[in-house]
């Protein structure tokens, strides 16, 4: 059974960070790629970072760019995002999302691309 499993979140000031984390099981996870999602209440969710587990090739939003970073490890079958400089708009529900890395079809901030969820971590930055 896949699993994907979000951690980290929780209540920060702006200009503070967080670390999440997403420890996954069920799957070989060097063949996955790792999408970071958020969705803030009333609004769609959005793509925020993906990595390519084949290159190590990373994506990310524009709003985001320069204060946070996706990463990975094999190892341990876990996806992280590093969330630094955070904003009061950051706040969200962010989730982590897989999809198989051979998998070219769609964009990777289009939620359809991935095919697992995991049930979402809370984030919430005070101004």
């Known amino acids: 059974e896949v699993q994907l499993v979000e951690s980290g979140g929780g209540l920060v000031q702006a200009g503070g960070s967080l670390r999440l984390s997403c420890a996954a099981s069920g799957f070989t996870f060097d063949d996955y790629d790792i999408g970071w999602f958020r969705q803030a209440p009333g609004k769609e969710r959005e793509g925020v970072a993906c990595i390519n587990s084949i290159d190590g090739s990373t994506h990310y939003a524009d709003s985001v760019k320069g204060r946070f970073t996706i990463s990975s490890d094999n190892a341990k079958s876990t996806g992280y995002l590093q969330m630094n400089s955070l904003k009061p708009e950051d706040t969200a529900v962010y989730y982590c999302?897989?999809?198989?890395?051979?998998?070219?079809?769609?964009?990777?901030?289009?939620?359809?691309?991935?095919?697992?969820w995991g049930q979402g971590t809370q984030v919430t930055v005070s101004s």
């Open positions: 999302a897989t999809v198989n890395a051979h998998f070219t079809g769609l964009s990777w901030d289009w939620p359809l691309r991935y095919d697992y």
